[in-house]
């Protein structure tokens, strides 16, 4: 049976207004003696006045007199100021915005309604970094404490020109100058970032903005799994080998990279099949690889497919 909130969403989201009683006499399918309805409209008003911003009282007074959800089902619950601006949204608009994850970036927490989710780690370090630094990409040089590794905390000054999402991680890139004058493109995780008050990220106005090229961070992102690229770092054809057939079709529906070629479709007598790619071998890819296990493993004597021999030896070592 569908829960008593299912038929209360329902009832409450359409034009007219319904009352209490209605609804769990809907929800029973017949009349409920006096004292089992009023426990369930007792349940019902406890939830309900805890959101009373998004519901409005037939007499304007209690929701004796019944009552309807404000401006509709997918409004419940939400701030006046939310549902100002979900009002001026299309459908798309709106329905993106109804997301578990986006709607951890804007308030910290998860909606209790929402039509998509996206991964996000409500417990992330300095996940509301994410609003306060949108604001000051390709705008304002800023400087905040960093800390380096995990004893070591520095003082960052930086362009801040990108924000991206890796593993349910934000990393924040842009330039640093350097003791030369020239610009460097450095990433920086949220999460290790100093941050306990608005004034921890200082805004720098005196110093003059360096902005990156037009669209260069889909330059920048195009040969690397993740987020980190090599200053040195040389696009390589890196070739897996499926041992099995459930990673292989994995595989092949959830690429690798977006230069990932099926060579050879799987055997299912030789229980083997092939990819490549081609980027700069960095840690994430070493991580995205281990993470199949024993399905696949990378063929090869060149540097990267040593430190894949070398992390599964590790590996070994400890069981």
């Known amino acids: 049976m569908r829960d008593l909130y299912e038929v209360m969403d329902e009832m409450a989201s359409g034009k007219n207004f319904t009352t209490l ?19 369930e409209t007792n349940r019902m008003k406890t939830w309900l006045n805890r959101h009373k911003e998004a519901i409005e009282y037939n007499n304007g007074k209690s929701l004796d007199g019944g009552f309807r959800y404000k401006i ?23 329905n993106a915005f109804l997301s578990g994850g986006l709607q951890m970036l804007f308030d910290g927490k998860t909606s209790f309604c929402h039509l998509i989710d996206l ?8 996940l509301c970094l994410v609003k306060v630094l949108a604001k ?15 004893d070591h905390l520095m003082e960052i000054t930086m362009h801040p ?12 890139f ?6 030369s004058g020239y610009p460097k493109v450095v990433n920086f995780a949220l999460d290790r970032i ?11 106005r005196q110093e003059t903005f360096v902005r990156a090229p037009r669209n260069f961070y889909d330059g920048y992102f195009k040969d690397i799994v993740g987020v980190t690229r090599k200053e040195d770092g040389v696009v390589e054809t890196i070739t897996i080998r499926t041992t099995d057939f459930k990673v292989h079709h994995l595989l092949r529906t959830k690429p690798i990279h977006a230069s990932q070629q099926e060579t050879i479709p799987f055997d299912m007598e030789k229980g083997e099949g092939e990819f490549t790619i081609q980027v700069i071998p960095n840690i994430e890819l070493q991580t995205r690889l281990l993470s199949y296990g024993s399905g696949l493993y990378v063929v090869g004597e060149g540097k990267f497919q040593q430190q894949m021999r070398d992390a599964v030896s590790h590996m070994n070592n400890h069981y």
């Open 72 to 94: 509709g089902y997918e409004y419940q619950y939400r701030s006046e100021q939310e549902s100002k601006l979900l009002a001026k949204l299309d459908d798309d608009g709106r």
């Open 161 to 172: 020109h990108y924000l991206k999402e890796y593993n349910s991680r934000w990393f924040l």
């Open 194 to 204: 100093e941050y306990r008050k608005p004034e921890d990220i200082k805004i720098l």
């Open 119 to 126: 991964e996000c780690v409500s417990g992330l370090e300095n």
């Open 174 to 179: 842009g330039y640093v100058i350097e003791g």
């Open 136 to 150: 000051y990409l390709g705008k304002r040089v800023i400087s905040f404490k960093y800390m380096q590794g995990f």
């Open 21 to 39: 009683e209605e609804i769990v006499e809907k929800y029973y399918g017949h009349k409920v003696e006096q004292s089992y309805l009023k426990s």
